[in-house]
């Protein structure tokens, strides 16, 4: 073996040795342009001296199964692009996990059980649900442990999002704060509220901005969980946030299985103010359900591209991502969420892009054989049947209402009301909370029926009319975010564990952002500490603690 200009004692030099010393066969396709039996260990060869800057070519020598010596040149750019991919970082990720302080261990911990709690007690949106203040409660203690321990490395690494919060939670707070009887009357909208208060011969006294205060207050104790979510993921690594899409699968499954159970036998549901009948897991709103279905789609996909040094298992583990998936649509139309579905449609294409990542890089001998590729598409004729079974025997709720446009014309002509009321409390907004009371007012006496509008299913406009002009300031700071971090994650190709699941992130974030134009899912806990997860995945991969370091510098890179 030609060690190029290595010292021979370097540490780089024993170890390229005690790879060559370790015999275990396997086989190996495409890494030298053919099928060959070689060491395992020399995969990692190319990626680890590229890494240590040696000489861009290298020469060596090795014996296959059959003792016939073979004798290659590797280009080491190509090597980190073709045959690193079929590096074994599984182990190296469990011994990052086993190396980690008992104190990250603990935090992970507390962080499943805190998002535990949000799935169990914070499904509902609701300001008077008998839950909230178990999450409220939770999230305060996630964050004073988070504060207690967090250092500056860490804060640097969740500031964007801790600040933006926090930006939140100042205008939010703002709106709450007394204001004299002349200046509050000034402000546009409020009006018609002073006259009825001279009417009824109140005197006007010290009001806040907003004109419902406690639900405003109740719209600042709502930012506590996705904050505390922030918090609590800067105290771990980015190698155990790896760990937190088997969590979200569990979770989607328990939801989808509570689901099952409710259309079968109409039981059981958790709030009493629900879509009886309907597949809403733990959340009370058939939107919010069907949302985190379609969210399960991405998911999947990231979870059957991490990393996996077993060929075998990473087969098993595709095929078992396209049999949940194919389980997901027929559940999806049967939920009755006409977004859901269509969100459904968008998440599946999004999964194959994360999926089929590396396509463009593949070369015709890593083809297996047509066999096992034939066994994939198994889940997808399973599923395919499922949704015709489903249609034949009338369940696809979802897809009905989308055919006969129920409540959709509804919702079209509220858009000019709610164009409306923006304009009359701009620049300074109604008050968050605000929208149902303020509503009644502008509600044409034709559209009033035993249903009432408690949102307006359009959390982004919803946001300009209860915030103003600085809720739609940061509202616009936050989509240039978004869409400067998602085009850095799409364009350049996934290198490491750490961008595969920042574009798992985008898509999730893309998903509730494009349900909140129809529905309002930032509003349930649950669903914003999701959000939360989904744009900390977005940041750029940056190691916030100790326990991140050799798996999270790039030397090991997700294989093929």
């Excluded at 692009?81 to 996990?97: I, S």
Aim: proline fraction near 5%; include cysteine.
């Amino acid at each position: 073996m030609w060690l190029g200009k290595l010292p021979s004692g370097s540490d780089t030099a024993r170890t390229v040795t005690s790879l060559f010393n370790k015999r275990r066969s396997d086989r190996c396709f495409g890494l030298f342009g053919k099928t060959c039996s070689i060491d395992m260990q020399a995969r990692n060869l190319a990626a680890i001296l590229w890494q240590q800057g040696v000489p861009s070519r290298l020469k060596f020598k090795y014996h296959n199964a059959k003792a016939i010596e073979l004798s290659h040149s590797v280009d080491m750019q190509a090597g980190i692009e073709t045959g690193n991919r079929e590096l074994d970082r599984a182990p190296r990720m469990l011994a990052e996990l086993n190396r980690a302080p008992a104190r990250t261990r603990i935090n992970f911990l507390l962080l499943c059980l805190f998002l535990g709690t949000m799935l169990f007690f914070g499904g509902a949106s609701r300001a008077d649900v008998m839950s909230l203040p178990i999450v409220r409660l939770a999230s305060v203690v996630m964050i004073a442990i988070a504060l207690m321990q967090i250092d500056h490395q860490q804060w640097m690494v969740i500031r964007v999002p801790a600040l933006f919060l926090l930006a939140v939670g100042a205008i939010v707070a703002i709106q709450l704060v007394p204001l004299p009887p002349q200046l509050w009357a000034s402000f546009p909208g409020r009006a018609l509220y002073m006259d009825a208060l001279r009417t009824a011969g109140i005197d006007g006294g010290w009001r806040p901005l907003s004109l419902t205060p406690d639900l405003t207050l109740n719209a600042l104790l709502a930012l506590l969980p996705p904050l505390a979510t922030v918090l609590a993921l800067g105290l771990i690594g980015r190698i155990w946030q790896q760990l937190l899409i088997p969590l979200l699968l569990t979770v989607i499954g328990l939801n989808a299985l509570v689901g099952l159970l409710q259309i079968a036998s109409n039981t059981p549901y958790f709030y009493d103010i629900t879509n009886q009948d309907a597949a809403v897991g733990f959340f009370s709103n058939r939107n919010h359900f069907a949302m985190l279905m379609a969210i399960g789609f991405p998911a999947l996909a990231c979870w059957a591209a991490l990393p996996q040094g077993d060929p075998t298992r990473r087969r098993t583990r595709s095929w078992l991502a396209l049999c949940a998936a194919a389980a997901l649509f027929p559940l999806l139309m049967t939920a009755g969420s006409r977004a859901g579905l269509m969100l459904g449609a968008i998440g599946a294409i999004a999964a194959f892009g994360i999926r089929m990542r590396r396509r463009s890089h593949a070369t015709a001998s890593n083809k297996g054989p047509w066999r096992p590729q034939l066994v994939m598409l198994i889940p997808l004729a399973v599923g395919a049947i499922a949704i015709v079974a489903t249609v034949a025997l009338s369940r696809d709720v979802a897809l009905s209402r989308i055919l006969e446009g129920t409540g959709a014309d509804q919702r079209t002509a509220n858009l000019p009301i709610y164009l409306t009321m923006a304009k009359d409390f701009f620049p300074v907004g109604a008050g968050f909370g605000s929208f149902e009371s303020v509503f009644r007012i502008y509600e044409p006496a034709q559209s009033v029926t035993q249903e009432y509008l408690n949102e307006a299913h359009n959390d982004l406009l919803q946001i300009i009319i209860e915030g103003g002009v600085s809720s739609a300031v940061l509202l616009a700071l936050f989509l240039f975010w978004f869409i400067v971090r998602s085009w850095n994650l799409w364009w350049y190709k996934v290198r490491s564990p750490v961008e595969l699941l920042g574009r798992t992130g985008s898509v999730m974030a893309a998903l509730i952002l494009l349900g909140s134009l129809v529905d309002y899912p930032l509003r349930t806990p649950w669903l914003s500490s999701l959000m939360a997860v989904a744009c900390y995945w977005m940041l750029p991969g940056r190691s916030s603690g100790a326990e991140g370091s050799e798996a999270e510098r790039g030397l090991a890179v997700l294989e093929a």
